[in-house]
């Protein structure tokens, strides 16, 4: 399979069951099988929605598909200007090694260039050294002296009601 | 000074100067004094624009602002929802120890709530101890395990431009 033998293009709501599908199997590749709590049918009304919450792309061979990249909107006040986060990018094992997941990357890295983005995140786990070479390879660095809190469920609950 | 001596209130274009200002003070805190490239008119156009790409809350004595809490929202494919990232939390130095930067995170936490996003989420410098202490008291869990990496600039643009 070569580069030419795919093509890439924006997903829509028929998409949503391919959508959910990757979302599981990149969960279960980063060894959180039953975190996906949501369904295609959330992602397709999603999808539908005036405003989708994300953009996705997938890649396609033929009417296969082999991978996905789903991104939103972020923003930067140090540059006051938008950025774009991509939250996933996964590529099937059997078509892994044939570029699907750097032209993803890249069509990405287009839309950022193309809407003045300027700038595009992503988190990585600290155990997948092969996507960090990877992403090493086209430039990107990591934020090394940062870390992302979270706070969620009852915790957040708590946090919104309590006052002093 | 009491937490019954401040209000919050939700910005609006006419605090873009008030903003900027919290802006180059947090970043001089960040030890980034040099990196903040916005200005208060791109502030007030991006406020003013029917779909702000942030939203941002300050705290108020009378008419003395004391912080600023900015954020925007993000999405999680494992929870098919919305969140809330909080990019910029910081309260000016003489107006800490008052409950300030507590009350903006509540009412952050509350609109996360409220908008059914269930999940808040920021990033904390690693030296930032008193944020850190600050975080976990309200229940806040760090993303140890996980590496924000970043492409802007040329390397955005090359990999961009890129062709196999």
Redesign the interface.
């Known amino acids: 399979m070569t580069?030419s033998t795919f093509s890439l293009r924006r997903a829509e709501p028929g998409d949503a069951e391919v959508i959910l599908r990757f979302?599981r199997e990149?969960?279960s590749y980063e060894r959180?099988p039953d975190?996906?709590?949501?369904?295609a049918e959330?992602?397709r009304s999603?999808l539908a929605s005036p405003e989708p919450?994300?953009e996705c792309w997938l890649a396609w061979r033929g009417a296969e598909p082999l991978g996905f990249a789903?991104f939103?909107?972020?923003?930067?006040?140090?540059?006051?200007?938008?950025g774009i986060?991509l939250?996933?990018l996964y590529v099937t094992p059997e078509a892994r090694g044939h570029?699907i997941g750097?032209?993803l990357?890249?069509k990405v890295?287009?839309l950022?260039?193309e809407r003045s983005a300027?700038?595009?995140?992503?988190?990585?786990?600290?155990?997948n050294q092969p996507a960090?070479d990877f992403?090493r390879s086209?430039?990107?660095?990591?934020?090394?002296?940062?870390?992302?809190?979270?706070?969620?469920?009852?915790?957040?609950?708590?946090?919104?009601?309590?006052?002093?």
């Open positions: 580069s979302i990149l969960a959180e975190a996906v709590e949501t369904s959330t992602l999603q919450p994300f789903l939103f909107q972020n923003y930067s006040t140090w540059r006051g200007r938008t986060y939250e996933d570029g750097k032209a990357l890249r890295a287009a950022a260039v300027g700038r595009l995140e992503w988190a990585v786990l600290d155990w960090i992403y086209l430039g990107a660095v990591p934020m090394h002296d940062w870390t992302v809190f979270r706070l969620t469920a009852d915790a957040l609950e708590r946090c919104a009601r309590a006052h002093d």
